[in-house]
């Protein structure tokens, strides 16, 4: 029998939302709010999207952001939550809002002393062609285009030759925010950092193999036969060690809070080069969170735990 905690909060699930990523939150949710139910925490799942959620989220002590992509992840909620004095997990309005947009968090990281991709921008209003040719001078080929301001791969076109990448402009909305990076070919690794006590520590990285993609991409994410997972990752102890400090400066550059989750390319050479940082990252029992904390010797439940622990706990703006 669970053992009911010293301090019985009563917790919201924040989970569900309307953005592309809603089943990855599900996911998480379900196991979060199971665990806390285990646990013995009394504990309540609301979607977002329901026609009451502002009314029931006021009913709760506080709420654990089991939630990614926008309106979730990009400081709008939070800054609801913080409107009503609602204490949350995660970051506040400003750090959530700095890692969802990844060429500002490119910006920011990259002023902390983090090597990060070069960014090339896709702007509104300017012909496909002359768009193709300012990418290729400036970032070259091949390279990927992403979206500004989506999680999970979403979105991620891989392309080799101009041929490709003017077909590839062609179908994308440059109003709705996208970028390009040049294509590293190297060994996708993820960091996570936690707050424990006031102060970070970070996980044993993980290192992912794409099985049947060229790079990780959201089908290799959403298939786990798509994908194998090393964890620690196979790296050089220095590297490793590199890797895990860079995923904290990049956590206290951008002002996130509780956890986060650092993505890096590490290249055959050894060379770290960091992506971009999930302020919400998934919270499945099966996912990168989960298996890193795993690896250090940290439980699904006692994970639950610590995330909640680092709530914010008197509504308050937090840099």
């Not at 400066?249 to 060379?271: I, N």
């Not at 919400?280 to 996912?287: D, F, K």
């Not at 904390?293 to 735990?305: F, H, K, S, W």
Request: glycine share 10%.
């Amino acid at each position: 029998m669970a053992t009911v905690p010293d301090e019985n909060p009563f917790v919201a699930v924040v989970t569900g939302g309307k953005s592309t990523e809603r089943e990855r939150s599900l996911l998480s949710g379900k196991a979060v709010f199971e665990s806390l139910t285990v646990q013995g925490y009394r504990a309540v799942m609301l979607d977002t999207t329901a026609a009451d959620f502002d009314i029931k989220v006021r009913q709760v002590d506080v709420a654990f952001l089991a939630i990614a992509g926008q309106w979730a992840e990009d400081g709008k909620l939070q800054g609801f939550l913080d409107t009503f004095g609602i204490p949350y997990t995660g970051s506040g309005v400003l750090g959530s809002a700095l890692a969802m947009d990844k060429t500002m968090a490119k910006k920011v990281v990259a002023a902390a002393g983090v090597e990060v991709a070069l960014t090339g921008d896709i702007p509104p209003g300017l012909p496909v062609a002359d768009t193709a040719r300012d990418l290729i001078a400036t970032v070259g080929l091949p390279l990927i285009i992403k979206p500004v301001a989506e999680g999970g791969s979403i979105g991620m076109v891989l392309v080799r030759d101009t041929g490709a990448l003017t077909e590839a402009l062609g179908r994308i909305d440059p109003a709705e925010g996208w970028f390009a990076e040049p294509f590293v070919e190297g060994t996708p690794v993820t960091c996570a950092v936690l707050e424990t006590d006031g102060d970070l520590m970070t996980l044993p990285p993980l290192e992912t193999i794409p099985t049947a993609a060229e790079f990780y991409d959201y089908a290799s994410k959403r298939d786990d036969s798509l994908h194998q997972y090393r964890c620690p990752a196979e790296l050089p102890s220095d590297v490793t060690a590199f890797i895990q400090a860079n995923a904290i400066a990049a956590h206290r550059a951008l002002g996130c809070s509780g956890y986060s989750r650092s993505d890096f390319m590490v290249t055959p050479g050894g060379r770290v080069i960091w992506l971009e940082l999930n302020s919400l990252p998934g919270l499945s029992l099966h996912g990168n969170l989960a298996t890193m904390a795993e690896a250090g010797g940290i439980g699904y439940d006692q994970l639950v735990r610590m995330i909640l622990a680092t709530a914010n706990t008197d509504g308050a703006y937090r840099p």
